[in-house]
């Protein structure tokens, strides 16, 4: 008895070791991921209930919702203010220097922590505040201009950014694409879709009716309403040993990151394009006299190209940011001259950038953008 005793004993004091060494390992920022468990996030919803699909734009997320997102190499916390965007609380009326800030999933931040986006990174370094208005969902440059219209230029700001990610705006709203590769989700959801008017430029659609409630991501896959995060995925996530169990499992296995065959640099066509210049217009339109920047973000399978070759793409987006007195800034050229790898630009298990990806389009931003434009208050 007195054996099992001493045993039980030292396998709790081993167990208390572990969790306490685990503890360490993610404050000391020694993880590759943002790790928490689960009973100190107090996170209700998983990402797909984050999510939703209600909004005249589109993807979005609930008001005052906080969800949690996990993958092999992160984990993190999903909060949106009250006004759905996954930022700090803002108020539409402010004196302080403001930029808006228009995008997808790499504007909001996807996989990391909001205070390590870039948009975070040039608040704490500039006294301007940084609207983000990004957000994941398959979420392209119409959807940006309708967002801008109906939400975002109702805050007071300075300046507008639009982000553009060519390895899919140029295709996240066109109906020909989405007939060709998701014709279930082009027929489900709503979201809309540009389409080109004889008389010239664009209008667009929608291809079913506005939902009469907060529609969610996991209610297309038939999950329902307020399901919450699952007892099982909470049971896993109760200690800080899981979190580096899962590292380690995330490090035997190796990344899966590769460079794809397409690239949004080089593989657009000619309407696509047109029409994702024709919204950057319309932002510029309801800006108001605002001066509007635009950046074009490269993924890895777009820097692979880039090496070697031109893009047409850089190109005619210059051309058309001179005609029409907007700031263009193309990220890859930092980029590519980065010295480490250019896999440590993205998250080694999705693509999307990690914190050196951030970091790297803050600076560079501030350098093309901030400082060019004047003194950086």
């Not at 201009?145 to 060519?166: C, K, M, N, R, T």
Request: aromatic share 14%; net charge neutral.
């Amino acid at each position: 008895m007195k054996l099992i005793k001493v045993v039980l004993f030292n396998v709790l004091l081993l167990v208390i070791f572990i969790e306490g060494a685990s503890f360490v390992y993610f404050r000391l920022g020694l993880s590759i991921s943002s790790y928490r468990p689960s009973y100190i996030s107090q996170t209700t919803d998983s990402e797909q209930e984050w999510m939703t699909e209600f909004n005249p734009w589109g993807a979005w997320h609930k008001v005052n919702g906080r969800g949690y997102k996990e993958l092999r190499c992160f984990g993190v916390e999903l909060i949106a203010n009250a006004y759905g965007a996954r930022d700090k609380e803002r108020d539409l009326k402010s004196d302080k220097k403001r930029i808006v800030v228009l995008g997808d999933s790499f504007v909001e931040g996807f996989g990391v922590d909001a205070s390590k986006r870039f948009t975070d990174i040039l608040e704490e370094r500039t006294n301007y505040a940084f609207l983000n208005f990004g957000t994941s969902g398959d979420f392209g440059p119409l959807q940006y201009s309708i967002l801008y219209q109906e939400l975002a230029s109702g805050f007071d700001h300075e300046q507008v950014w639009v982000a553009i990610l060519p390895d899919n705006d140029f295709t996240d709203n066109d109906p020909a694409y989405w007939k060709r590769v998701n014709e279930g989700g082009f027929k489900k959801r709503y979201r809309p879709y540009w389409q080109k008017r004889d008389e010239g430029g664009f209008s667009h659609f929608y291809t079913v009716d506005q939902p009469k409630h907060a529609l969610t991501f996991a209610d297309y896959r038939g999950v329902g309403q307020n399901r919450g995060v699952s007892f099982k995925d909470k049971l896993q996530r109760l200690t800080w040993t899981y979190g580096v169990y899962r590292e380690l499992r995330y490090y035997t296995r190796g990344s899966n990151l590769t460079a794809g065959t397409y690239s949004g640099y080089f593989d657009f066509n000619e309407e696509q394009l047109e029409a994702t210049l024709f919204y950057v217009k319309e932002i510029q339109k309801i800006a108001e006299g605002k001066p509007v920047t635009i950046f074009t973000i490269p993924r890895l399978s777009d820097l692979k190209r880039l090496q070697s070759e031109t893009s047409p793409m850089v190109q005619r987006m210059a051309v058309f940011a001179k005609k029409n007195n907007i700031l263009y800034v193309d990220l890859s050229e930092s980029m590519l001259n980065l010295s480490q790898k250019k896999t440590d630009l993205f998250l080694p298990c999705d693509g999307h950038w990690s914190e050196v990806g951030h970091n790297i389009a803050a600076e560079t931003l501030y350098q093309k953008v901030l400082q060019k434009c004047g003194p950086v208050p």
